[in-house]
């Protein structure tokens, strides 16, 4: 749920974006850097071209069952969503952070005490609408451990 | 949650990140499983569903209510929730100024424990 700072569609932002923004991976440093929350989480951003990954080293800070333990739902859930934001940046550098309009979460199994990644896959750019897949997993890729559809604008 | 700085997910307008919405109501339609259960028993996320309606006032608390709404027989709760600007009851179904509730949320929650597996 992020404010947009006008109410331009994606269209808009491509071009305005492209001439802002030249090193995608500057900027997305100095988004995440910029937004509190997270900084709060403690997420990071890997970039290989044009290939996102997203990182979220455990931390005490984010357990929500402390007898398992395990990682809280909705901070797994706020990790994939600000992943999502980020590739939608990275791919279509845009001016402002895209605003997210619904998301839906499958939690497939319990995020255990360890560095959980993300990666998202834009399904769709549309004029005003993207849409996005993200998967999030510890230590095998093949076995995620919780799955966002969203979409954004 | 009380508005904090270091919750923000939109620099430029202050407004708090969409994360900590998720968070918020995922926990409250978690509380919310917690009141229909007879004795403790540890609960998990199945899945989550947000409709994000507005954005939270920047500078303000943001309150959510969560209500159990149903169990079927593989031992699912299903519970829903929604925001609010104040801490004054709304019903979650029918708010009488849709301009205070900011998101819906819908979860369906299940004790990991199957009944009759553990205790």
Known sequence: ?????GGRGFGANLKAGKSQMSDPAESIDAML???PYARFLGLRIELAGDEMTAILPFGQHLVGNPTLPAIHGGVLGAFMEMT???QLLVKE???RQPRVIDVSIEYLRSGRP???YARAEIKKVGRRIANVHVEAWQDQRAAPIAALRGTSW | VPYDEKLIGDPDTGVIA?????????HACGQAVHTGLTEFKTIA???LRIDYMRPAEPGRDIFAKGQLLQGDPLGRLRAGGGLRRRSRPIPWRRPRRPSCSIP???GALAPISRRGSRK
């Open chain 1, 1 to 5: 749920m992020l404010d947009s700072s």
């Open chain 1, 33 to 35: 850097a910029r937004i």
């Open chain 1, 84 to 86: 999502a934001l980020a």
């Open chain 1, 93 to 95: 550098g845009q001016a």
């Open chain 1, 114 to 116: 360890l560095t959980t």
């Open chain 2, 18 to 26: 969409g994360g900590v919405v998720t968070a918020l109501l995922d």
């Open chain 2, 45 to 47: 996320t199945l899945d």
């Open chain 2, 104 to 106: 819906a949320a819908v």
